[in-house]
């Protein structure tokens, strides 16, 4: 069974622009979770979807949003990017997410902002 | 909300020795624990959950899991320098919040 897949794997942005990072969970997967991280903070809950609903959000500004397709495939959107999103950012799909379930994580897009 | 505690390390063993690697939880409620490996500059890998007070073993790696105390831990037998890498302790957040409260990491590194 294929893994999480995540695109793009590396992007390079200049400041005041957007991004799309996309991802493809496990199949059979409902949910997705995304997650920032940076080498002084960790990793750092973006938000979490399923069936197409947010669930839960991070305490991240309003830049920072996403959305999950009928397929499970997820999509997130930083807007007016700033230096400091400069991170990887990582994708994670579990089977439903009941506070327990495992999540697998995809390969993580590196974004960098300059 | 939830906390999860690990020394950051570096922890470092020789080839060969077990190593041990230990992770605090502040919620007594928690049921369900999970150890991530994530090799530098690579994505956490899924190596071990546990649900059950006591141990469980897959391959070379044993998870201990004592509720009482609040701790648990994952041992490496046999280490090996593939096994340098940054473990990551994990539990579930609380419903409304985060999917899961990760540790900070241990940086393991395994000695030739």
């Known amino acids: 069974k294929a893994g999480v897949t995540q695109t793009p794997r590396y992007l390079i942005k200049t400041r005041g622009q957007q991004v799309t990072l996309s991802c493809s969970p496990i199949s059979g997967h409902r949910s997705v979770s995304w997650y920032q991280q940076t080498p002084g903070q960790g990793l750092q809950f973006l938000f979490e979807?399923?069936?197409?609903?947010?669930?839960n959000k991070g305490n991240f500004p309003g830049r920072f949003s996403g959305r999950q397709f009928s397929n499970s495939r997820s999509e997130m959107n930083v807007s007016t990017l700033e230096l400091g999103d400069s991170a990887l950012y990582l994708c994670a799909s579990s089977l439903v997410l009941d506070r327990g379930d495992e999540q697998y994580f995809g390969p993580g897009t590196r974004l960098t902002v300059t | 909300q939830k906390e999860v505690e690990q020394n950051s390390g570096p922890l470092s063993v020789p080839e060969g020795a077990i190593a041990s690697l230990n992770c605090t939880y502040s919620d007594r409620g928690s049921q369900s624990f999970f150890w991530y490996r994530q090799y530098s500059g690579k994505s956490p890998e899924l190596i071990m959950f546990?649900?059950?007070?006591g141990d469980k073993e897959d391959g070379r790696f044993t998870a201990q899991l004592n509720k009482a105390s609040q701790y648990v831990s994952l041992l490496i037998r046999d280490s090996q320098p593939s096994d340098s890498a940054t473990y990551l302790c994990a539990v579930p957040g609380y419903s409304g919040n985060t999917p899961l409260v990760f540790g900070k990491g241990t940086r393991l590194s395994v000695i030739a």
């Open positions: 979807y399923f069936s197409e609903t947010q669930r």
């Open positions: 546990i649900y059950s007070n």
